[in-house]
């Protein structure tokens, strides 16, 4: 069992800045894809980015060019370091750990899932 845990949310103004990390406790951490996914409320949990085995990563259109997903397995830890946010980006983020080495955009195909952490975005 892994249990993803979140940190690193909390309130900013737009256009300021915030990482997110997530600790997973497992000792095989480097051999699987991790995810970052956010559901504001009334969506639908949306793909944010993703992070292979081998450190190749994919962004969704929205967060292109202001967000980057990082991994550093010495300390089974991804990050998502999230620049020049806007009230659109306010929502419960969520790390998750795929049981493969390539990344899924779809939240189905991941195995464990963090509690999630609060960003909110004020305009």
């Known amino acids: 069992q892994v249990q993803p845990v979140e940190s690193g949310g909390g309130l900013v103004q737009a256009g300021g800045s915030l990482r997110l990390s997530c600790a997973a406790s497992?000792?095989?951490?480097?051999?699987?894809?991790m995810g970052w996914f956010r559901q504001a409320p009334g969506n639908e949990r949306e793909f944010v980015a993703r992070?292979?085995?081998?450190?190749?990563?994919d962004y969704a259109d929205s967060v292109k060019g202001r967000f980057t997903i990082s991994r550093d397995n010495a300390k089974n830890t991804v990050y998502l370091q999230m620049n020049s946010l806007e009230p659109d980006d306010t929502a419960v983020y969520y790390c998750?750990?795929?049981?493969?080495?390539?990344?899924?955009?779809?939240?189905?195909?991941?195995?464990?899932w963090g509690q999630g952490t609060q960003v909110t975005v004020s305009s």
């Open positions: 998750a750990v795929r049981m493969a080495c390539g990344g899924s955009l779809t939240p189905n195909e991941y195995d464990f």
């Open positions: 992070i292979s085995c081998y450190s190749t990563t």
């Open positions: 497992t000792r095989t951490f480097s051999r699987y894809a």
